[in-house]
């Protein structure tokens, strides 16, 4: 089979990876308009037990990546100066350009022809391939060329958010939550490297105008965020790549494939980054395609195949997505709550944890929590 993957993520990576793994024989072509050393944002990070869900059909993959993680297991809420930790919740992550660096050394290995810094501007381009994977993002050249086929729809999160870096080391990860005389901020900060963190910054849509950021250029948006989190930054900087303020967008595709092409990752649906699961989902969607691939013996049936296996999936993910991205559209009214009532506002906001699981993942929060109900007094977790 001869097979072309445009978009050199880690979705991309992954899927030419791991078919080619399993047929050497196949042909597979990966093109990616960026160079192999390229890449924008900061971290990485993967929710609960990292990359464990690879483990059983990938241990090698798992052993290339997992030393080079940091990891955590719990959450720090800071709101009004004062901080809550919620035990339990588990997280990993990577630095985007070491986990690229490492897909990229897994395909080449076994036999993946990669060609960086190559655009592929027309279709007509890979007209010899047998499939076509888009794993091109939200800007996908397969999707913007189809989407009446794809039944491709697209909407925005009200709120703004920028994404930079920092020098700074965060010991788990931790949000924290600023009101100033013009509105309200919040901040998601974890650390991807032992001397790196990624740190981004959010506000709803009256904030951001409040503070004129449609009139400041990328300088002035990244010092006024430095003074607004001097404190948690400790006095440090804020490091730019590609630090826009944009507003979240959600992307969906009702058909997942439309002839020989077949979209995976951001360029088939997006899941906000709050509950971090948008480069394990392009992964597990590379893992689904290869799977659904392997089942088939043509590829019409086995995209059908892949869709009809993945997507309710998907869509339960996405659903519980949006609930949590509705949380943040209203975090400025959460921010009234006390710290303990705020914490488990937060904890229980996409819907999936209620409170007997809340109890048995996270024990010493729910603890405090409970103790402050009963007494009113407030007991640390």
């Not at 060329?145 to 709120?159: K, Q, R």
């Not at 948008?278 to 691939?293: N, Q, S, W």
Request: proline share 3%; net charge neutral; aromatic share 12%.
């Amino acid at each position: 089979m001869r097979i072309a993957v445009i978009g050199g993520g880690p979705g991309g990576l992954y899927f030419a990876y791991l078919w080619k793994k399993h047929h050497p024989e196949a042909l597979v072509d990966l093109f990616e308009q960026n160079a192999a050393n390229a890449t924008w944002g900061f971290g990485v990070v993967f929710s609960e037990q990292a990359l464990e869900f690879l483990r059983a059909d990938d241990p090698d993959t798992v052993d290339a990546i997992a030393p080079q993680m940091e990891s955590w297991n719990n959450i720090t809420l800071t709101l009004r100066g004062q901080s809550v930790e919620i035990d339990g919740v588990g997280f990993s992550s990577i630095g985007r350009l070491k986990l690229l660096t490492v897909l990229q050394a897994r395909a080449r290995a076994v036999g993946v022809t990669m060609h960086f810094e190559t655009q592929i501007q027309s279709l007509d381009r890979l007209q010899s391939y047998d499939l076509i994977v888009a794993a091109d993002g939200l800007n996908s050249l397969v999707r913007r060329a189809f989407e009446g086929d794809f039944g491709f729809s697209i909407s925005y999160s009200t709120n703004k958010f920028a994404w930079y870096g920092t020098t700074k080391r965060f010991e788990t990860l931790s949000q924290t939550f600023v009101k100033t005389e013009r509105g309200a901020f919040n901040a998601h900060h974890y650390r991807y490297a032992p001397d790196m963190s990624t740190f981004l910054v959010e506000c709803d849509h009256a904030t951001w105008q409040a503070y004129g950021f449609a009139y400041k250029d990328a300088e002035q948006s990244k010092a006024i965020c430095e003074e607004i989190f001097a404190e948690t930054l400790g006095g440090g900087l804020l490091i730019s790549n590609k630090s826009m303020w944009r507003n979240f967008p959600w992307v969906w595709n009702e058909r997942w494939f439309y002839k020989n092409m077949v979209l995976i990752g951001d360029a088939l649906h997006t899941a906000h980054f709050s509950i971090g699961s948008g480069t394990r989902l392009a992964i597990e969607d590379a893992i689904a395609l290869a799977k659904a691939l392997d089942a088939e013996a043509h590829v019409s049936t086995a995209l059908a195949r892949y869709q009809g296996e993945r997507k309710p999936i998907v869509k339960k993910l996405v659903t519980a997505a949006r609930t949590s991205a509705d949380w943040y559209e209203q975090f400025p009214a959460h921010m009234k709550l006390d710290p303990m009532d705020f914490a488990h506002s937060y904890i229980t906001r996409s819907g999936r944890i209620d409170e007997a699981r809340l109890r048995a993942m996270a024990p010493r929060f729910m603890a405090a929590y409970e103790a402050e109900k009963r007494t009113g007094v407030r007991h640390d977790a």
